[in-house]
């Protein structure tokens, strides 16, 4: 089983991590250079929680916003158990 959602499809996105130096302009500096581009991982916020859909349980991996939506009520003939 894959770590996305199960309602909304999020899962991992990859993005970069900027590395910069000096002084902004606002600060009386010559400006901020970039010095390094890395690649990182920015993770979901996954939970693995026990959802009932038509009648039979089963766990799946939910988003904060996803088990925020089935909290407050049934979406789609999902609820959480």
């Known amino acids: 089983m894959s770590r996305i959602c199960y309602l909304t499809g999020k899962k991992n996105m990859v993005v970069n991590s900027v590395v910069r130096r000096g002084k902004a302009r606002a600060a009386g500096g010559v400006g901020r250079k970039t010095t390094g581009i890395t690649k990182r991982v920015q993770k ?9 859909e038509a009648g039979e349980l089963r766990q799946v ?21």
Not at 44 to 52: E, F, G, H, P, S
Not at 61 to 81: H, Q, T
């Open 44 to 52: 979901a916020n996954l939970q693995k929680k026990t959802i009932r």
């Open 61 to 81: 991996w939910l988003s904060a916003k996803a088990i925020r939506m089935l909290s407050a009520g049934p979406v789609g003939g999902i609820e959480l158990v």
